[in-house]
């Protein structure tokens, strides 16, 4: 190192030397800085905290406003003195203040409650029982009294009392503090009032929000009435307050996939008729307008909300099924919901309404809303022939204490023989139509060829008008029992009054009949066979059978052997029925089986076909008996007509 270098690096330590020397930290008294500090402080807090009550000499604090919680009685409610101010309290220096509500609100940091240990209360009456949860304040457990699931049936447990959801279901009210979502069932509530039939739940929440839950039952009825208040809300947080739930209705009947099958949500708008969601797979609404009510249906229970103004549809409210997987047999499938519950004031109490009971339409009818909707009893003139007709006498017939099934056999007896008219022109259009067909025969032998297709057609509807035979006379008997048959098919598997009622060997007539399990499955046939679809399959293929052999067949090329479908049906029946309710097979094969009974009646007793052959050929040497044409026939033949000169045409 030179000489140059060595002078450079002392200059340097004596500068560096100099500067800490002047530098250095004196020491002050210690009186003076605390009172310094303490005059700094109490400026911030004068200027922060203008017209603050101080209950106690304030230590110093770095924020003073930030730091500030809301104190809160043993209810959950935001204490104030006798002149309506505020209390809170400084969670830097453990000292309480009182600031006035008017002033510029500080934002205390959100946080949830101390979370303590659960408790659970009772609340019932006569018909349902409710279990009220201080987690979330909400209910965690329905039972129904007068009811049991198809396990406790077979083990005849009769103690015991259907559950339809457990702690799995949840709700609860979304709501803002600031940018943040919260809801309240993830805060514990203070359970403040409890007896038989009542209970008041209030959330617990530092902020000085709280929730504020009734529920209150009356005896006789399976509704809850369900009120909803609010405290530390102000009318602009009323529009973002919003009834969010979460719902898994549990598995109470024999077969989980017929259960999934006719669960759904259900909703009614004020304006409107009911409509509900996808039954096949997962679905979602955006309800458009205000809605009445919104039900998580199963098979033969359902959990529906009222609401008495109407959830709004401003707020987006939306409602979701999803199917669950197939290894979850708990569960039969998850609803969702989000309702705008439409607060205009947040003073006032939002009025609800629970129902957790069974889809008995008699019983739902009471609430006149329409949610005995939800009861599937078909659509249009099937729901029509159900409701008036079908119901009400299947009910009386049960009344009498007979039994389901021989309730059942009475009401097939009652059916035939109201239709029995029907039945009567039915077969004799049958029987006049076999005398006619080896004349049908002559004519398609006549004109064997496609080209004389149109000239078949009318030779032979010229036979119909000589004869006075109408083609379409046995058809419109049957369109006259269609109706019945389809309002029967929507009627058994939804009529809560077939549930666990047995006959015979089927131990429950409101879902499949076995004798035997299989123990593997078989597509779309199941595990097991029912024989009461093996016998109504059998009776069917019989009617089949007999009835074919007065039908006259299509001859035209390209048109489809309907002898060949028609025996085809009764073989898809088996697969179609297996899995239904055997109370519905039941019926179908008793009802058939009368039908083959009555035409041979018919046949024997009341129809001489060798008369009916007389008076046909009768009708062919009368030309003064000929029948004019219908109007079936005239539009017949003139279609016939312009088809001709269309065929002409093109020769042209």
């Known amino acids: ?196 039939n009542s209970a008041k739940v209030v959330m617990i929440n530092p902020t000085g929000k709280k929730v504020i839950y009734t529920y209150e039952l009356t005896d006789g009825k399976y509704d809850v009435d369900f009120g909803i208040s609010f405290k530390g809300f102000t009318d602009r947080d009323a529009a973002d307050l919003d009834f969010v739930s979460d719902f898994k209705l549990l598995s109470t009947e024999k077969h989980l996939p017929s259960e999934q099958r006719v669960s759904t949500l259900f909703f009614k708008y004020e304006e409107g008729g009911y409509d509900y969601l996808s039954i096949a797979g997962d679905d979602e609404e955006v309800l458009e307008e205000s809605t009445q009510w919104v039900a998580y249906k199963q ?191 929507r009627l058994f598997p939804s009529e809560i009054g077939l549930r666990q009622e047995g006959f015979l060997w089927a131990e429950d007539l409101s879902t499949y009949d076995s004798i035997m399990n299989l123990g593997f499955e078989i597509p779309f046939y199941g595990d097991h066979i029912s024989l009461f679809t093996l016998l109504m399959a059998a009776t069917t293929l019989l009617y089949t059978h007999y009835n074919s052999t007065n039908m006259q067949q299509p001859t035209m090329e390209g048109m489809p052997n309907m002898k060949y479908i028609m025996y085809f049906f009764p073989f898809m029946m088996i697969f179609f029925f297996n899995s239904y309710s055997s109370g519905l097979s039941y019926y179908y094969f008793i009802s058939t089986l009368m039908t083959i009974g009555i035409m041979f009646a018919i046949k024997k007793f009341m129809l001489d076909e060798d008369k009916i052959h007389a008076k046909v050929e009768a009708n062919r040497a009368n030309p003064k008996k000929k029948k004019g044409k219908s109007k079936f026939q005239q539009r017949l033949e003139e279609a016939q007509k312009m088809q001709q000169e269309k065929q002409k045409g093109k020769k042209k």
């Open 299 to 489: 098979s033969y229970f359902s959990a529906i909300l009222m609401s008495k103004t109407g959830f709004k549809p401003e707020g987006g409210s939306k409602i979701e099924v999803i199917n669950l997987d197939e290894a979850d047999t708990t569960y039969i499938k998850q609803f969702r919901s989000s309702l705008d519950l439409g607060i205009t004031n947040i003073n006032n109490t939002v009025e609800l309404e629970w129902y957790f009971g069974p889809n008995d339409y008699d019983e739902l009818a009471t609430y006149e809303n329409g949610c005995e909707d939800v009861v599937d009893l078909g659509w249009g003139l099937f729901r029509w022939i159900n409701v008036y007709f079908m119901r009400p006498i299947f009910l009386w017939l049960l009344g009498l204490g007979v039994g389901a099934g021989i309730s059942i056999l009475l009401l097939t007896i009652f059916v035939k023989l109201l239709l029995s008219p029907v039945n009567y022109k039915m077969y004799k259009s049958s029987a006049m139509m076999k005398v006619l067909r080896p004349e049908i025969e002559k004519i398609t032998k006549k004109f064997p060829k496609k080209a004389d297709a149109m000239k078949k057609q009318q030779e032979t509807m010229a036979l119909y008008r000589e004869t006075g035979v109408s083609p379409m006379a046995g058809c419109v008997p049957m369109l006259v029992q269609m109706p019945i048959l389809f309002a029967i098919f």
């Open 1 to 196: 190192m030179d000489k140059r270098s060595i002078i450079g690096l002392l200059i340097i330590g004596a500068i560096l030397f100099a500067f800490s020397y002047f530098n250095a930290e004196q020491p002050t008294d210690d009186k003076n800085s605390r009172t310094e500090q303490t005059d700094s402080t109490k400026q911030v807090t004068d200027t922060l905290l203008t017209d603050v009550d101080i209950v106690d000499t304030i230590s110093p604090i770095e924020e003073p406003v930030n730091s500030l919680v809301p104190v809160l009685n043993d209810e959950g409610f935001h204490l104030t003195n006798n002149i309506g101010k505020y209390k809170y309290k400084d969670t830097l220096t453990g000292l309480d203040t009182l600031l006035n509500d008017k002033l510029a609100e500080p934002k205390p940091v959100v946080q949830s409650a101390p979370k303590g240990p659960e408790e659970v209360v009772r609340i019932e009456n006569d018909l349902i029982a409710l279990d009220i949860s201080n987690k979330g304040g909400r209910i965690t457990n329905v039972l129904l009294k007068n009811y049991i699931t198809y396990d406790s049936y077979l083990k005849e447990e009769e103690d015991t009392q259907l559950q339809l959801f457990d702690e799995q279901s949840t709700y609860g009210i979304e709501f803002f503090e600031g940018d943040k979502k919260f809801n309240s069932v993830d805060y514990d509530f203070k359970i403040v009032r409890h007896n038989e």
